[in-house]
């Protein structure tokens, strides 16, 4: 791949957010903020079993009440037909379907929508809501985990994705006659997303076949294929606002029964509706990471070689939906060992569909890896750091490929040296501060360096700035301030001249914004726009421009000049006249290169942490962070930094606090709001420290960038564990550590 045309600084460059001043004074429109005109407002009744049926529904009573327009249940719901066809297509493919919302008496998980209720205000939808009586024929539910691990399953997936597969290489379940070895179990609470803004939808049929919904996705092309698929109207039909979002971590990668149950309503009523879950829906209706059981068995040689690591997965999924995540990828190619087995199963239990949440399974099945890997340096008495060392691999053991690149020898060794790993000692307990026990851990994160097909749109406005669109979303990372200086930089622009648009379907197609592809994918097609302008230029320039190299043409104060020539010098405004247009505008689309397929991609991270724990309470207070991450080009310091800093947040909450609990009896969670579900506040978080390799890849993309998103939270919980064991000598393998687990 040629590399990147014009380093002029903006690249890199630790800009603040172009959309900051919006967020913080609250002029940013969110989708439930739109002021349509007419607009009712839907709330949910939810079912109270786990399974079974609906006996019967009385509704009577939510009809009279004031201000309602109409009760939908499965009994007058306006059919969807995409809900005939059984195979219905979903962005993400995941086996088996979606719920399909008010389409049957059958009830798949407790919580699930049974009825919408529609009034003039939310108040008085929320009341009518209450008024609502179902009646059920129930049967016996299972969403008890551990109780039916005999009925997990290999993903039906694994046909066609061999990833999904069991894998050997080497030996298969070599550590079981070694003779340092071993074997343990690791648990992966349920784990709920929970970002600040509620899931929202406006919907609004504009016409009988024409739908725009204002709705909170991390993917309005992939919404508005779902929606024209469930309503057989074309794609273009359907309109998807996202302009912004606050928080989503993966949950808005899947369309959800709430976003169906809206546009029926509004189908229904034929006004435009708005759904807001409440916070207690958000934990059953919007996916979570699913509980997870795993085992890893494990064995090296008496001076720290790895000889055998099997790694085995199961993870919760729903009766009607297979979700699958890539649990054990980090086993299969992280370190150097000549015998490595792997097996993933899915487990369906009656509850909703689990989904992505940030560094998804490989966050899952970092915790166990790197645990073990901690486990098995202090059975050796290695340093844990330097076993890893010992089994540092320089190409992908399970590919059998280079890597594009991989700096994570500089990530361990800036990490070691910042946390201050030198003051860790091999004996558990042994470093104290006042009363409290001081630990040292590390853990490894990687994912892989996805590209992802996408497209953008450049047009030179007349008034001298670039105008840049492309259907993806910005979850928080900050798109549209990298996309504004991937443009500024190829373009030789100042940002303020750089107007980057996002969230719209009707805009250039871009894929999900998810598995820290963002970048790479539309930074890509940004880039590619930009040259490609240059060009469009430089052709309609004529002759003076004839010979010259796109990076050399300058757009500045209306004119379009070469840089080192100044007899080539045109006006923007006498040149649209000369070729009577309106303005000069390209659309380009970015795919990943073949070349690719040469090496094996990834993003790397390390993760060190110092932790206090009382001897006496158990209380762990993680005291200081350190994140060293090898994602290629940094484009903006400052946002990437960010990125970093709330993936250490997410780490600690998943290492000690976060856990969703089903009471079992009913199938229902008990925890509901974020008084029960604990995330980490202020007070939990130290400063954390985050250090960039920052050495471009450029097999990955012309940019050199491979992604930040998820290497910021797969490895961190592991290090907290890890240094909790430093710290007290107790394993925790059962997350979250909670002070009872230590005392
Ligand atoms: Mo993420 S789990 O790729 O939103």
Redesign the pocket.
């Known amino acids: 791949m040629e590399k990147a045309l014009i380093r002029n600084g903006e690249i890199g460059d630790p800009m603040n957010r172009v959309d900051g001043r919006l967020k913080v004074t609250g002029a940013a429109t969110y989708s439930g903020e739109y002021e349509l005109p007419n607009l009712v407002y839907a709330v949910l009744v939810t079912s109270t079993i786990a399974k079974g049926r609906i006996k019967s529904i009385d509704t009577k009573q939510a009809e009279r009440a004031p201000g309602v327009l109409a009760v939908i249940s499965h009994l007058n719901s306006p059919k969807v037909p995409g809900f005939a066809q059984h195979d219905h297509p979903t962005e993400p493919a995941t086996g088996g379907q979606p719920l399909r919302v008010f389409n049957s008496d059958r009830i798949y998980s407790n919580g699930q929508p049974i009825a919408v209720v529609m009034a003039d205000t939310f108040e008085r939808a929320l009341y009518a809501a209450s008024l609502v009586k179902a009646q059920y024929d129930k049967e016996q539910h299972q969403t008890d985990f551990k109780a039916n691990t005999g009925r997990a399953v290999v993903p039906s997936q694994a046909k066609k994705n061999p990833s999904m597969a069991d894998y050997t290489r080497g030996q298969a379940d070599a550590y079981k006659t070694a003779a340092i070895k071993l074997e343990e179990e690791y648990v992966m609470p349920t784990e709920v997303h929970n970002p600040m803004e509620l899931q929202t939808i406006i919907a609004h049929w504009e016409a009988a076949d024409k739908l725009t919904v204002y709705d909170k996705t991390?993917a309005v092309k992939g919404t508005q294929k779902a929606f024209a698929e469930d309503w057989d109207i074309p794609v273009e039909n359907v309109k998807v606002i996202t302009k912004f979002v606050g928080g989503?971590?993966?949950n808005?990668?899947h369309t959800w029964p709430h976003e169906t149950a809206a546009i029926i309503a509004a189908k229904k009523v034929n006004r435009p509706v708005k759904l807001m879950l409440t916070r207690e829906q958000m934990f059953f209706m919007v996916g979570y990471r699913p509980y997870t059981w795993q085992k890893i068995g494990m064995s090296a040689t008496a001076d720290g070689k790895l000889t055998g690591i099997t790694h085995e997965a199961m993870g919760q999924t729903s009766s009607y939906e297979e979700f699958t995540e890539s649990t054990v990828q980090q086993s299969k190619m992280m370190y150097a060992s000549p015998n490595v087995t792997t097996r993933y199963r899915i487990l369906p239990l009656d509850v909703s569909t689990p989904i992505?949440?940030?560094?998804?399974g490989e966050a899952t099945g970092a915790f166990a890896l790197e645990s073990a890997m901690d486990e098995m340096a202090f059975a050796l008495n290695l340093d844990p750091l330097e076993f890893r060392l010992l089994n540092y691999t320089e190409t992908d053991p399970e590919k059998n490929l280079p890597w594009s690149t991989k700096y994570l020898k500089e990530c361990l060794e800036m990490g070691a040296e910042h946390i201050g790993w030198n003051k860790r000692s091999m004996k558990p307990g042994a470093v104290r501060a006042g009363e409290w026990l001081v630990g040292y851990g590390m853990g490894v994160g990687t994912f892989g360096a996805n590209q992802r097909m996408a497209q953008a749109r450049a047009r030179l406005l007349t008034d001298g700035a670039v105008l840049i669109q492309s259907a993806t979303t910005d979850?928080g990372p900050g798109t549209g301030t990298a996309m504004t200086q991937i443009a500024a930089d190829t373009l030789g622009m100042p940002p303020e001249k750089i107007i980057f648009q996002l969230g719209d379907s009707a805009f250039p197609h871009s894929p999900s914004?998810?598995?820290?592809s963002t970048v790479s994918s539309v930074g890509s097609a940004v880039r590619a726009a930009c040259i490609a302008l240059k060009q469009k230029l430089q052709e309609l320039g004529g002759t003076a421009f004839s010979t010259a190299k796109p990076e050399d043409i300058v757009i500045k104060d209306g004119q379009i000049s070469l840089a080192g020539d100044a007899s080539a010098k045109v006006v923007y405004a006498d040149l649209l006249k000369e070729q009577n247009m309106p303005e000069v505008e390209v659309m380009v689309e970015a795919k990943p290169d073949e070349e690719r397929k040469n090496y094996s991609m990834y993003s790397f991270s390390v993760h060190f942490v110092e932790v206090h724990v009382h001897p006496v309470t158990g209380v762990v207070r993680v005291n200081k962070i350190v994140s060293c991450a090898d994602a290629g080009t940094i484009v903006n310091e400052k946002t990437a930094g960010n990125q970093m800093i709330g993936g250490a947040v997410g780490g600690i909450g998943m290492a000690l606090m976060e856990e969703a609990v089903i009471d079992h009896r009913f199938g229902r969670y008990v925890t509901k709001d974020l008084a029960e579900y604990h995330v980490p506040v202020h007070a939990d978080i130290p400063a954390v420290k985050v250090f960039f390799v920052n050495k471009p890849d450029f097999h990955v993309n012309p940019m050199g960038t491979k992604g930040i998103?998820?290497i910021a939270l797969i490895g961190m919980a592991p290090a907290v564990a890890n240094a909790v064991f430093n710290a007290t000598g107790k394993r925790i393998r059962h997350l979250p550590i909670t002070p009872d687990k230590l005392i």
């Open positions: 991390q989503a971590f993966g808005g990668l992505w949440m940030r560094g998804p979850i914004q998810g598995g820290s998103g998820e």
